[in-house]
């Protein structure tokens, strides 16, 4: 295991053409550094929430309401947050939506572009978690979410490289992740948005599979940046000029 390489250097590490074995594939998610911040978060967060708590109900509350809004979080961040258009409209947001989602979508085969970016990652956990805790079992409930919300995001980051990395899978969830989540990429964006779980997809009408209704869409890689939307606002198609995508 290569410790503290970057984005680049851990995509190169991994042969796409070669399918992984489980062990290789658990060592290659352990050994990126975004891995080892969130397991360093939880480890520092969950030790601060043992050392506050006055009840252990305090510990097991926090983790249930973790478990309870997650499913709702990754759902719409995703689907109206990545998926949004505004952020490319502007120009100082234009930069990170490429980051954190068209770069991914143009390339889904890019790896060094898999993970999220911590900037952008750590307050996402943060924003729903730290008052949600902090608001039901005072301050060991805001470390014990925050702890919750960081092993949920190590959830989803196991769950997006399965989805992406050349590995199989036994368990039944596991393939239907996969394949709920190729379709997203490779049929149409406009559904399928859960990685872990596709509870909101189902409840909410946007789980699909070929031939069900839901056609292929012509900006699935894209996202709707198209070159008339790229005339309008430039500012992405400016930054795929300066810094090509691999």
């Given at each position: 295991m290569n410790l503290?390489?970057?984005?680049?250097?851990?995509?190169?590490?991994?042969?796409?053409?070669?399918?992984?074995?489980?062990?290789?594939f658990f060592s290659s998610y352990a050994s990126h550094?975004?891995?080892?911040?969130?397991?360093?978060?939880?480890?520092a967060t969950g030790a601060l929430s043992l050392y506050l708590?006055?009840?252990w109900w305090q510990l097991l509350g926090s983790f249930a309401l973790v478990?309870?809004?997650?499913?709702?979080?990754e759902f719409v961040l995703h689907r109206f947050v990545l998926h949004s258009r505004t952020l490319y409209r502007m120009p100082w947001t234009a930069g990170l939506w490429r980051r954190i989602h068209y770069d991914h979508h143009m390339n889904p085969n890019d790896l060094s572009v898999l993970f999220g970016a911590p900037f952008t990652t750590i307050p996402a956990v943060l924003a729903p978690t730290l008052p949600l805790g902090y608001l039901a079992f005072g301050w060991p409930g805001a470390a014990?979410?925050?702890?919750?919300?960081?092993?949920?995001?190590?959830?989803?980051?196991f769950f997006h490289c399965a989805a992406h990395l050349p590995v199989k899978f036994e368990s039944r969830i596991m393939q239907h992740m996969r394949r709920h989540h190729a379709l997203h990429h490779?049929?149409?964006?406009?559904?399928?948005?859960?990685?872990?779980?596709?509870?909101?997809?189902?409840v909410l009408g946007t789980e699909y599979?070929?031939?069900t209704g839901m056609g292929p869409s012509p900006t699935v890689r894209n996202l709707g940046y198209t070159s008339?939307?790229?005339?309008?606002?430039?500012?992405?198609?400016?930054?795929?000029q300066a810094q090509p995508r691999n």
């Amino acid at each position: 295991m290569n410790l503290l390489q970057s984005d680049n250097q851990w995509s190169q590490s991994i042969d796409p053409k070669r399918t992984m074995t489980k062990a290789e594939f658990f060592s290659s998610y352990a050994s990126h550094y975004v891995v080892m911040i969130y397991v360093a978060i939880v480890l520092a967060t969950g030790a601060l929430s043992l050392y506050l708590m006055q009840s252990w109900w305090q510990l097991l509350g926090s983790f249930a309401l973790v478990a309870l809004v997650y499913p709702a979080v990754e759902f719409v961040l995703h689907r109206f947050v990545l998926h949004s258009r505004t952020l490319y409209r502007m120009p100082w947001t234009a930069g990170l939506w490429r980051r954190i989602h068209y770069d991914h979508h143009m390339n889904p085969n890019d790896l060094s572009v898999l993970f999220g970016a911590p900037f952008t990652t750590i307050p996402a956990v943060l924003a729903p978690t730290l008052p949600l805790g902090y608001l039901a079992f005072g301050w060991p409930g805001a470390a014990a979410t925050v702890c919750g919300g960081f092993i949920a995001l190590l959830i989803y980051e196991f769950f997006h490289c399965a989805a992406h990395l050349p590995v199989k899978f036994e368990s039944r969830i596991m393939q239907h992740m996969r394949r709920h989540h190729a379709l997203h990429h490779f049929h149409s964006e406009n559904g399928n948005y859960g990685i872990v779980t596709d509870v909101l997809d189902r409840v909410l009408g946007t789980e699909y599979e070929v031939g069900t209704g839901m056609g292929p869409s012509p900006t699935v890689r894209n996202l709707g940046y198209t070159s008339e939307e790229a005339k309008k606002y430039p500012w992405v198609a400016q930054l795929d000029q300066a810094q090509p995508r691999n």
